[in-house]
């Protein structure tokens, strides 16, 4: 049995740091083996309310949010955070650890760390992430700036991309999760 469950995880923000800025939305989607392979499982879908004093407009129009609609509808960040936890804990395959995974992880990464550290809760994934960019270099032997899903669906016969979802938590997440499993595949 695999020693991990991976939990393939994207986020959509109004900037480009934590604090300064606020996560606005976050997809995760599980991956698991058994034995008989990386299998994707369940996929969680949170919107989060603003509160972060800055607002960059150039994210905003890459992630399509409202910010209005988000200050209505969207949970609170910490209730957004016990929901990720319960995701993870729910999911979590016994004998192995929760292994936060991004493409761009370290970007992904941040947001839930900081915000987990913030309102003085668990980080359920620990202190580490798994890059999926950075394991495309290692496994496929391409360049960082040939680690975008176009070139990775030719290299991993991945679905194909849906332009009008990307940048949507939930989708890149959902696609994230055939990436990984592609690149596992492919070890």
């Given amino acids: ?36 392979g990386p299998r994707i499982g369940a996929q969680l879908y949170v919107e989060i309310r603003p509160t972060a004093p800055r607002v960059d407009p150039d994210a905003m129009a890459v992630n399509g949010l409202d910010l209005d609609h988000l200050r209505e509808v969207g949970l609170s960040l910490e209730e957004a955070l016990r929901r990720l936890t319960a995701f993870v804990q729910e999911n979590l395959l016994p004998g192995t650890e929760a292994v936060f995974v991004g493409h761009n992880a370290p970007f992904d990464w941040s947001f839930v760390s900081y915000a987990y550290h913030a309102h003085g809760m668990d980080n359920p994934f620990g202190y580490k992430a798994l890059d999926t960019k950075a394991m495309s270099i290692g496994l496929l032997g391409i360049h960082w700036l040939d680690t975008n899903k176009e070139t990775l669906h030719e290299l991993l016969d991945l679905p194909e991309v849906e332009h009008e979802k990307v940048h949507r938590a939930d989708y890149d997440a959902w696609y994230q999760a055939h990436i990984l499993v592609g690149l596992l595949k492919a070890t």
Avoid: H, K, N
């Fill in 1 to 36: 049995m695999a020693r991990a469950t991976w939990f393939c995880i994207d986020i959509e923000c109004s900037g480009p740091v934590p604090a300064l800025y606020d996560m606005l939305s976050l997809g995760a989607v599980v991956v698991t083996d058994t034995g008989q």
